[in-house]
């Protein structure tokens, strides 16, 4: 008999993880009275607020960061607005506390931290590629390399307004600019190599011409980091090209399978490798000492997100007419909504309306929900619920699947709604042996196992 050779099972796939700054969305909790004092778990008096605080005050923003590099996360993420969204021609209720300006946010937070990474997103329909790809060096310069630039683009009017040349962009034509505008960016970025003088830039192309010299020196990164949030055949195809992280909405563990599988699949056109992208879902979590506990707590949360007026919101920007006389503890609308709505402003448009009040329609009657209660159940984002060891144990397993490489996880309270996963969920993600104990380098890239400067295949570019 021939003797076997006993194999070293392959290492495990270390968690990426990181915070984005709740707010404007349906996973805050927007009115929850101030917490009593609670107590550590050694018994010692809290540190930490547990309740809703400001989302444009300074200690909102430090404190998240601040609780994120506790738990050693990869980044601290905030997302972008840059218009106040409208409804029934009034400002919508989930944005009036306004949306700062995220890199001037992040250049404060820069001095209060050391190791955290720090994720601005930027639109590319209306910024232009030189004065952006300055204050994204120059926060990697001031931050020792921990900048990283989430790309978005917009093809909405309502915005546009906010613009001195207005009007919109056509869903394919605004992502050819993006990728020009990232492509004119890396240009700026490498004008100025190491222990060199800077060379002219002489860029001709189809949306941007750009001539002249970069101001800033090579910054410690290279290039900050590239996110990449989209969903479309065009969104993944920029992401496989162009992107070091790409932020998905796949949090279930099936569909997440899947749209790894197809992600990583295209990197081979571009000369990448599959660990040259982050595949990082948006995620929430609800903890509680039993999974009963847990379980109750999720669904009193969502009842908090999803009030009787936000019921009704939710199904106003499906139907695209006026439900404030309908009954949010009643059943949903009987008639089709209206597909040219402009009910709402400065939100995503909903490709197929009709098929989602159809899906409404059809499970508020299989399961006898109300409208309100339909809401909850269909825009609810509790991705893991349990005991810390519960969830620690899903997110592993997740993981290991290969339906993520990690995730942003997005609390609903502002700001200590972090806390209680980096006391309690993350150190057994280090008993596990699939999260940092420590941070063992300096620059996002490293946190992130991403090559020092980004693989790009020579003359490759994403399609639209």
Same mark, same amino acid.
């Given at each position: 008999?021939?003797?076997?050779?006993?194999?070293?099972?392959?290492?495990?796939?270390?968690?990426?993880?990181?915070?984005?700054?709740?707010?404007?969305?349906?996973?805050?909790?927007?009115?929850?009275?101030?917490?009593?004092?609670?107590?550590?778990?050694?018994?010692?008096?809290?540190?930490?607020?547990?309740?809703?605080?400001?989302?444009?005050?300074?200690?909102?923003?430090?404190?998240?960061?601040?609780?994120?590099?506790?738990?050693?996360?990869?980044?601290?993420?905030?997302?972008?607005?840059?218009?106040?969204?409208?409804?029934?021609?009034?400002?919508?209720?989930?944005?009036?506390?306004?949306?700062?300006?995220?890199? =001037?946010?992040?250049?404060?937070?820069?001095?209060?931290?050391?190791?955290?990474?720090?994720?601005?997103?930027?639109?590319?329909?209306?910024?232009?590629?030189?004065?952006?790809?300055?204050?994204?060096?120059?926060?990697?310069?001031?931050?020792?390399?921990?900048?990283?630039?989430?790309?978005? =683009?917009?093809?909405?009017?309502?915005?546009?307004?906010?613009?001195?040349?207005?009007?919109?962009?056509?869903?394919?034509?605004?992502?050819?600019?993006? +990728?020009?505008?990232?492509?004119?960016?890396?240009?700026?970025?490498?004008?100025?190599?190491?222990?060199?003088?800077?060379?002219?830039?002489?860029?001709?192309?189809?949306?941007?011409?750009?001539?002249?010299?970069?101001?800033?020196?090579?910054?410690?990164?290279?290039?900050?980091?590239?996110?990449?949030?989209?969903?479309?055949?065009?969104?993944?195809?920029?992401?496989?090209?162009?992107?070091?992280?790409?932020?998905?909405?796949?949090?279930?563990?099936?569909?997440?399978?899947?749209?790894?599988?197809?992600?990583?699949?295209?990197?081979?056109?571009?000369?990448?490798?599959?660990?040259?992208?982050?595949?990082?879902?948006?995620?929430?979590?609800?903890?509680?000492?039993?999974?009963?506990?847990?379980?109750?707590?999720?669904?009193?949360?969502?009842?908090?997100?999803?009030?009787?007026?936000?019921?009704?919101?939710?199904?106003?920007?499906?139907?695209?007419?006026?439900?404030?006389?309908?009954?949010?503890?009643?059943?949903?609308?009987?008639?089709?909504?209206?597909?040219?709505?402009?009910?709402?402003?400065?939100?995503?448009?909903?490709?197929?309306?009709?098929?989602?009040?159809?899906?409404?329609?059809?499970?508020?009657?299989?399961?006898?929900?109300?409208?309100?209660? =339909?809401?909850?159940?269909?825009?609810?984002?509790?991705?893991?619920?349990?005991?810390?060891?519960?969830?620690?144990?899903?997110?592993?397993?997740?993981?290991?699947?290969?339906?993520?490489?990690?995730?942003?996880?997005?609390?609903?309270?502002?700001?200590?709604?972090?806390?209680?996963?980096?006391?309690?969920?993350?150190?057994?993600?280090?008993?596990?042996?699939?999260?940092?104990?420590?941070?063992?380098?300096?620059?996002?890239?490293?946190?992130?196992?991403?090559?020092?400067?980004?693989?790009?295949? +020579?003359?490759?570019?994403?399609?639209?």
């Amino acid at each position: 008999m021939t003797p076997t050779t006993p194999t070293t099972p392959p290492p495990r796939k270390q968690i990426r993880l990181a915070a984005h700054f709740p707010g404007v969305n349906n996973t805050t909790v927007w009115a929850v009275p101030p917490a009593s004092p609670t107590t550590t778990p050694d018994g010692g008096a809290a540190r930490r607020p547990s309740h809703s605080g400001s989302q444009i005050d300074f200690a909102s923003f430090e404190h998240l960061a601040r609780t994120a590099e506790r738990g050693l996360f990869d980044f601290f993420f905030l997302a972008e607005g840059l218009r106040v969204r409208e409804h029934k021609g009034r400002i919508h209720d989930l944005d009036v506390v306004g949306r700062p300006e995220s890199l =001037t946010v992040l250049a404060a937070l820069a001095a209060v931290t050391e190791h955290l990474g720090l994720a601005a997103t930027v639109n590319t329909t209306f910024n232009e590629p030189y004065e952006l790809a300055r204050r994204l060096a120059s926060l990697d310069h001031l931050s020792g390399g921990r900048a990283a630039w989430n790309v978005v =683009t917009t093809s909405d009017a309502f915005t546009g307004e906010n613009f001195r040349r207005g009007g919109y962009l056509d869903r394919a034509d605004r992502y050819t600019r993006a +990728a020009e505008f990232v492509a004119v960016a890396r240009e700026l970025w490498d004008s100025w190599p190491d222990g060199a003088a800077p060379r002219p830039v002489d860029h001709r192309g189809e949306h941007f011409t750009v001539r002249g010299g970069f101001t800033v020196p090579r910054s410690p990164q290279g290039h900050p980091v590239i996110i990449q949030a989209g969903d479309s055949s065009e969104g993944r195809e920029f992401a496989a090209a162009t992107a070091d992280v790409i932020f998905t909405r796949h949090s279930g563990l099936e569909a997440g399978r899947a749209f790894y599988a197809d992600v990583k699949r295209r990197l081979a056109a571009y000369g990448r490798q599959p660990d040259h992208l982050a595949v990082m879902p948006g995620v929430t979590f609800v903890l509680g000492d039993t999974a009963a506990e847990a379980q109750e707590h999720a669904a009193e949360i969502r009842r908090q997100q999803v009030s009787p007026q936000n019921a009704l919101l939710a199904a106003e920007q499906i139907w695209g007419v006026d439900l404030s006389g309908y009954d949010p503890d009643g059943p949903l609308p009987d008639f089709d909504p209206d597909p040219g709505s402009e009910l709402a402003q400065g939100r995503v448009r909903i490709a197929d309306p009709k098929a989602i009040a159809d899906k409404w329609r059809a499970l508020s009657r299989a399961k006898g929900l109300s409208l309100r209660e =339909t809401v909850i159940e269909t825009t609810g984002r509790q991705s893991f619920i349990g005991t810390p060891e519960d969830v620690a144990a899903q997110m592993d397993a997740f993981v290991q699947a290969d339906a993520a490489d990690g995730f942003i996880l997005v609390p609903h309270l502002t700001p200590g709604g972090l806390d209680p996963f980096v006391d309690r969920v993350v150190p057994l993600l280090q008993e596990r042996g699939v999260f940092r104990t420590a941070y063992t380098g300096t620059t996002l890239r490293s946190h992130l196992g991403l090559p020092p400067q980004p693989v790009r295949a +020579a003359g490759k570019g994403p399609t639209a």
